[in-house]
C-alpha cells in the first residue's frame, strides 16, 4: 500500500486544480442530461473517475480534461437509460436545416427570453446542445471543444455553425411551442 | 471574397477563431454586403441570448463540500473510509425521496448532539492539517533548525512557542508556519517520519491548568492533545497512533 501522506498529496494536488472546475462539470451535466439529480450523480461518479486516473493526467488543462471524463460519462448514462436520444448515430447532414429555412427574415431573433432560450437549446440533438452550450456557456475555443467531445477542429466549426441555424429555428417557432423538426 | 465564402467563414470570424488576414477579409465583406451582414447581426444577438448568465447551470449548495467528501473518502483505506465518509458508490439524491418531514428529524438527529468546543476545535485543526498539504502551504519558514524557526515567530506572535527539533528521535523538524485556529493565530511546527507530515500547532492556554492527553479520529487521521505549562498543544498526523505518542513524549516529556 502506498504510504497515506502520499495519498494525501495526491488528494490535494487533484483538489487544487481539478475540484475548481466542478462548476463546468456540473454545468454541462446538466445540459446534457437536461435534469438536475442525475447530473449530480454524474459529475460526482465522473469527478472518482478522473481521480483514479490523476496520476496519469500530465496535462496543463484540467477543465478541458475533466469535462470529457462527464461527457463520456453523460453520454454513456444517455445510451443506457435514453436509448432513442443517442441510438442512432448522429449525422449532420440529416440534422441539418435545407438552405431556405436558414433565410435571413426568420434569423432575427425577437425577444428571446430565457426560458424559451433554454426550452429551444433543451430540444436540440445533443451533439448540438454541447457544443452550444461548450461555446457560448462556458466560452471554450475550438481546440479545447474538440479536446471535450473528441471530434476534429473542423467539425466543431461546422457543428457549431449547423447548432446555430437549427437553434435560431426552434426560437423562431411560436412561444412556448416545440421546435421544428 | 464571395458571400458563401463569407457564410463559411462566418461562424469562426464570431467566435474569434480566425487569423488576422481572414478576419478582415470578413470584416470588408461584412462592411459592404447587407444580406451577410444582417445574417451576422443575427448571429451576434444569439450569441448574446445564449450568454445570458442564467442559462449557467449552478450546483446546487454543499455540491462542492459533498463531492470533495466522498472523493477524500474513496482515496482513505477502507477501514478509514467506512468511518470517514459515505462510500464511493453513495447517491446523495437517493435522499431527495424522504418526505421533508422525516428528513427534518434526520436533521434533527445529526445536529442534536451539539458539538462542544473541542469537536469544533478538532475540526478546525483537521482542516489546517489539510490545507497545510496543499502545495506551497507546509511551512512559511521551511528549516530544520530550530534556532531558524523559533525567533521567525517573533513579532509575529504574542507569544514564544517551544520549538524542538527532534531529528535524533527521528522526528525532524522542517518548518514552521503562522495559521490561524479557535479565533487567534498560532504557530504551526512542522515534523515528518519517514513519508508523514505532523503538524504540532501550539498556542497560549487561557487557564493556566495542565490537560492530560486527549486522543480523536477525525477522517483519518489521529489528533492528540494536551494543555502542558500554559500551552494548548494539538498534534495530528496520519501517522500510526502509537507513533504520534512516541512524538507527543518528545514534545512534552
Redesign the interface.
Known amino acids: ?1 502506498a ?14 486544480s481539478v ?1 475548481p472546475q ?2 463546468a462539470a ?2 454541462l451535466a ?2 446534457l442530461t437536461r435534469n ?6 454524474l ?2 461518479e465522473a ?2 473517475r478522473a ?1 483514479k486516473a490523476f496520476h496519469g493526467f500530465r496535462g496543463t488543462d484540467p477543465r478541458a480534461w475533466l469535462l470529457a471524463i462527464v461527457r463520456n460519462a453523460c453520454y454513456t448514462w444517455l445510451r443506457r437509460g435514453r436509448a432513442h436520444e443517442v441510438t442512432t448515430p448522429f449525422d449532420e447532414e440529416v440534422h441539418t436545416p435545407d438552405g431556405d429555412v436558414l433565410n ?1 427574415e426568420r ?3 425577437k425577444e ?1 427570453d ?1 426560458t424559451r ?2 426550452q429551444a ?1 433543451e430540444e436540440l440533438p445533443v451533439e448540438f446542445r454541447e457544443v ?1 452550450v461548450l ?3 462556458e466560452g471554450l ?2 481546440k479545447e471543444i474538440a479536446t471535450i467531445a473528441d471530434i476534429p477542429v473542423g467539425t466543431v ?1 461546422s457543428r ?2 449547423r447548432a ?1 441555424g437549427r ?2 429555428i426552434g ?1 423562431a417557432g411560436p412561444p412556448g411551442g416545440g421546435v421544428a423538426r | 471574397m464571395t458571400c458563401q465564402e463569407a457564410r463559411s467563414l462566418l461562424h469562426a470570424f464570431l467566435d474569434d477563431e480566425l487569423d488576422l488576414t481572414h478576419s478582415l477579409d470578413v470584416q470588408r465583406h461584412l462592411d459592404t454586403c447587407p444580406a451577410c451582414a444582417r445574417e451576422h447581426s443575427a448571429q451576434r444577438a444569439l450569441r448574446t441570448a445564449l450568454r445570458d448568465e442564467a442559462l449557467y447551470f449552478r450546483p446546487p449548495e454543499g455540491f462542492t463540500t459533498r463531492a470533495q467528501a466522498a472523493l477524500r473518502a474513496s482515496a482513505e483505506p477502507v477501514g478509514a473510509a467506512a468511518r470517514a465518509g459515505p462510500p464511493s458508490g453513495f447517491s446523495w439524491t437517493r435522499w431527495l425521496w424522504l418526505p421533508a418531514g422525516a428528513l427534518a428529524g434526520v436533521l434533527a438527529v445529526l445536529v442534536a448532539p451539539r458539538q462542544s468546543a473541542d469537536d469544533l476545535l478538532a475540526q478546525e485543526v483537521v482542516a489546517s492539517h489539510i490545507r497545510s498539504l496543499m502545495p506551497g502551504h507546509l511551512a512559511d519558514v521551511p528549516s530544520s533548525d530550530q534556532h531558524t524557526v523559533k525567533p521567525w515567530f517573533n513579532g509575529r506572535l504574542d507569544f514564544s512557542p517551544p520549538v524542538k527539533d527532534l531529528a535524533d528521535e527521528g522526528f525532524p523538524l522542517t518548518g514552521g508556519r503562522l495559521d490561524y485556529l479557535g479565533g487567534r493565530p498560532i504557530a504551526a511546527l512542522v515534523y515528518e517520519r519517514r513519508q508523514h507530515i505532523i503538524n504540532l500547532m501550539v498556542w497560549p492556554a487561557s487557564r493556566d491548568m495542565d490537560r492530560p492527553l486527549t486522543v480523536a479520529t477525525r477522517q483519518g487521521y489521529h489528533l492528540l492533545h494536551w494543555t502542558q505549562g500554559g500551552m494548548n498543544y494539538w498534534a495530528v498526523s496520519d501517522l500510526k497512533e502509537d507513533e504520534l505518542k512516541q512524538f507527543v513524549r518528545l514534545v512534552s516529556p
Not at chain 1, 504510504?3 to 487544487?16: G, I, K, M, N, S
Not at chain 1, 438536475?36 to 450523480?41: F, L, S
Request: glycine share 2%.
Open positions: 500500500m504510504p497515506r501522506a502520499l495519498d494525501e498529496r495526491a488528494v490535494a494536488r487533484f483538489e487544487e475540484l466542478l462548476g456540473y454545468n446538466r445540459w438536475e439529480h442525475d447530473a449530480q450523480d459529475v460526482q469527478l472518482l481521480f435571413p434569423l432575427v431573433l428571446a430565457t432560450v433554454r437549446l452550444l461555446r457560448e456557456i475555443s475550438y466549426m457549431l455553425a446555430r437553434l435560431q426560437l
